[in-house]
């Protein structure tokens, strides 16, 4: 089931630089998009979320952007900071079932 | 801040033994879910749970799990005798979802079965 892809598994960043985590998805039934953030031995912790009839969601420092035609969507972290180093898990849901199909996750690693 | 909690955060039982996993999520909360995240992969939906009865369930899902709301705050999953390939991270996750669809995860339990 591939339904979500992360196609990157992993990220390296210079702290104060843009992070840009992308995510893949086939389904054109999911109408909700999460990002969430996950440390070792943790849950994972929602962070942005977007809407399909929107194309762009920003809270802060966390940006995430929607092509519906490209069936893709992306998060943007600016200024990237040592603390945001840990695994982002793209999410998809579709409002007539509200479970989440996560993504395989891209490990972020802001270096100081 | 409230939050979802669960208990125990590490389990290790043996092979063929039953095991519950318990949760109790956000107080205001209406939807429930469960999911596991096995070693290395991505994490999987196993069980939605609204109204006092199942939504939605994957093909994990069979018939050696069930899940329950014993009462107005605990929400359990019951492994009935478990194999090896279900160690795994288990989590729960709650929502209100009135107009958004976030989840609200738990921290998670760890299940080793040897």
């Known amino acids: 089931d591939q339904q979500v892809k992360q196609n990157s598994p992993s990220l390296s960043v210079q702290e104060g630089r843009i992070s840009i985590l992308n995510c893949d998805y086939t389904?054109?039934?999911?109408?909700?998009f999460l990002w969430y953030k996950k440390y070792p031995a943790e849950g994972p912790t929602f962070l942005i979320s977007i809407s399909s009839i929107k194309d762009k969601n920003e809270d802060g420092r966390f940006t995430v952007f929607l092509n519906k035609s490209a069936k893709h969507l992306s998060l943007h972290i600016v200024p990237s900071q040592p603390g945001d180093s840990a695994v982002y898990f793209c999410?998809?849901?579709?409002?007539?079932?509200?479970?989440?199909?996560f993504g395989q996750g891209t490990t972020l690693q802001v270096k100081p | 801040e409230p939050e979802v909690t669960q208990t125990p955060s590490h389990q290790v039982t043996q092979m063929g033994q039953e095991v519950i996993l318990r949760c109790v999520p956000i107080?205001?909360?209406?939807?429930f879910y469960w999911y596991r995240q096995i070693l290395g992969q991505k994490v999987e939906f196993l069980v939605s749970f609204y109204n006092n009865e199942i939504s939605e369930k994957s093909e994990i899902f069979d018939d050696q799990f069930s899940v329950e709301r014993p009462d107005g705050s605990n929400f359990t999953l019951k492994i009935r005798s478990t194999k090896l390939e279900d160690s795994a991270m288990y989590f729960c996750?709650?929502?209100?979802?009135?107009?958004?669809?976030?989840?609200?995860f738990g921290p998670g339990t760890r299940l080793t079965v040897t």
């Open positions: 996750a709650s929502i209100i979802r009135d107009r958004t669809y976030e989840q609200y």
């Open positions: 107080s205001n909360h209406l939807y």
């Open positions: 389904n054109s039934m999911f109408d909700y």
């Open positions: 999410a998809a849901s579709s409002s007539n079932t509200g479970k989440l199909i």
